[in-house]
């Protein structure tokens, strides 16, 4: 498979389909889906350490007059910016009387609690103490280390990935009735793509899983089609792998935008009014290419988050309902993998 680099590469990143294979009539994949691989990485990927940290938003979420809110794992959690812009978090209950800090303003880098006044600037007061903090460039996470119960990391795993100065981002994140092994469990098993997605993914071949004699690693090597329009597509060869325990990767290997990714955090939130567990799925985007059209694509950007942010809220649709699925099946004895 050609980079896409070099005297090699097109002058369009798009291949048409000669021979297209309709839905029905492709090779099916159950038989190479194997429960066991699948249960496999699912098992090598939670013994990973997380060092207790979650990912809770995007970067460009904290910053404005109001903390970026999330519940995690049935914690309240705050996050915004200090005067210098650094991010701070702690607990989203007030100290005083219990006011949802998630509804107090932010002033010059301090939260001020809308019901009496109470002033957090990010260090400890009152009995209110901040969590570890980190802001990536694309993602904010939160270290919970009462939540995760693991040895605490300095800082959280972050994926190798694209300098984002130079690189297209957009983050999307949806929430799900299952728990975050579900979401996992669903990015390893890339056979299902071109199945269940087949507006976004055709010509899909698993070439190494990681039990396989050509896995690479642990991670799953994929050569497949992102659909563009007809039978206009653009084929790559992408590696799937979990560095930590709640964290799937997709590096685009050869192809077009060789080293662009896309990351998957679950992050669990907490049971529903049911008791059901949920898990928010925040998926980050991060697109480089060597084309020097790629330049004006970035300078769109505010233009383009958005179509990116709904192609993910497609496939998510259908992925949050298999996961779910797969929890429900779990939950009460029935899921045969």
Same mark, same amino acid.
């Given at each position: 498979?050609?980079? @896409?680099?070099?005297?090699?590469?097109?002058?369009?990143?798009?291949?048409?389909?000669?021979?297209?294979?309709?839905?029905?009539?492709?090779?099916?994949?159950?038989?190479?889906?194997?429960?066991?691989?699948?249960?496999?990485?699912?098992?090598?990927?939670?013994?990973?350490?997380?060092?207790?940290?979650?990912?809770?938003?995007?970067?460009?979420?904290?910053?404005?007059?109001?903390?970026?809110?999330?519940?995690?794992?049935?914690?309240?959690?705050?996050?915004?910016?200090?005067?210098?812009?650094?991010?701070?978090?702690?607990?989203?209950?007030?100290?005083?009387?219990?006011?949802?800090?998630?509804?107090?303003?932010?002033?010059?880098?301090? %939260?001020?609690?809308?019901?009496?006044?109470?002033?957090?600037?990010?260090?400890?007061?009152?009995?209110?103490?901040?969590?570890?903090?980190?802001?990536? @460039?694309?993602?904010?996470?939160?270290?919970?280390?009462?939540?995760?119960?693991?040895?605490?990391?300095?800082?959280?795993?972050?994926?190798?990935?694209?300098?984002?100065?130079?690189?297209?981002?957009?983050?999307?994140?949806?929430?799900?009735?299952?728990?975050?092994?579900?979401?996992?469990?669903?990015?390893?098993?890339?056979?299902?793509?071109?199945?269940?997605?087949?507006?976004?993914?055709?010509?899909?071949?698993?070439?190494?899983?990681?039990?396989?004699?050509?896995?690479?690693?642990?991670?799953?090597?994929?050569?497949?089609?992102?659909?563009?329009?007809?039978?206009?597509?653009?084929?790559?060869?992408?590696?799937?792998?979990?560095?930590?325990?709640?964290?799937?990767?997709?590096?685009?290997?050869?192809?077009?935008?060789?080293?662009?990714?896309?990351?998957?955090?679950?992050?669990?939130?907490?049971?529903?009014?049911?008791?059901?567990?949920?898990?928010?799925?925040?998926?980050?985007?991060?697109?480089?290419?060597?084309?020097?059209?790629?330049?004006?694509?970035?300078?769109?950007?505010?233009?383009?988050?958005?179509?990116?942010?709904?192609?993910?809220?497609? %496939?998510?649709?259908?992925?949050?309902?298999?996961?779910?699925?797969?929890?429900?099946?779990?939950?009460?004895?029935?899921?045969?993998?």
């Amino acid at each position: 498979m050609s980079t @896409g680099s070099g005297s090699g590469r097109r002058r369009l990143p798009l291949s048409l389909r000669r021979r297209p294979v309709p839905w029905e009539r492709q090779p099916p994949t159950w038989r190479e889906a194997r429960p066991a691989v699948i249960a496999g990485a699912l098992k090598r990927a939670q013994a990973r350490p997380s060092g207790n940290w979650y990912v809770v938003g995007a970067s460009r979420d904290a910053g404005g007059d109001r903390p970026l809110a999330r519940t995690v794992a049935g914690q309240e959690v705050v996050v915004w910016r200090d005067a210098a812009g650094r991010p701070v978090a702690g607990p989203g209950i007030c100290p005083h009387l219990g006011a949802p800090l998630r509804d107090s303003p932010v002033r010059c880098g301090t %939260l001020v609690c809308h019901w009496h006044g109470l002033a957090l600037d990010g260090g400890s007061f009152a009995g209110w103490e901040p969590f570890p903090a980190y802001d990536d @460039g694309v993602l904010l996470w939160v270290r919970l280390d009462a939540v995760g119960g693991e040895a605490p990391l300095d800082g959280p795993v972050v994926p190798r990935r694209p300098d984002p100065a130079r690189a297209l981002t957009a983050v999307y994140t949806g929430v799900g009735v299952c728990e975050p092994e579900d979401v996992v469990a669903n990015r390893l098993d890339p056979w299902h793509g071109a199945w269940f997605h087949p507006y976004s993914f055709v010509d899909l071949t698993v070439a190494g899983a990681p039990d396989g004699p050509d896995g690479d690693g642990d991670g799953f090597t994929v050569d497949v089609s992102f659909k563009v329009a007809g039978r206009l597509v653009v084929p790559v060869r992408a590696v799937f792998t979990a560095p930590e325990p709640r964290t799937v990767v997709m590096r685009i290997t050869e192809g077009e935008g060789v080293g662009s990714v896309v990351e998957t955090h679950a992050t669990p939130l907490g049971p529903d009014d049911r008791g059901r567990p949920r898990t928010a799925v925040v998926e980050a985007v991060v697109a480089a290419s060597g084309r020097p059209g790629f330049v004006l694509a970035r300078g769109a950007a505010p233009l383009l988050r958005p179509l990116v942010r709904a192609a993910a809220g497609r %496939l998510w649709r259908d992925d949050l309902a298999y996961a779910e699925r797969r929890w429900s099946l779990r939950s009460s004895g029935r899921f045969p993998g």
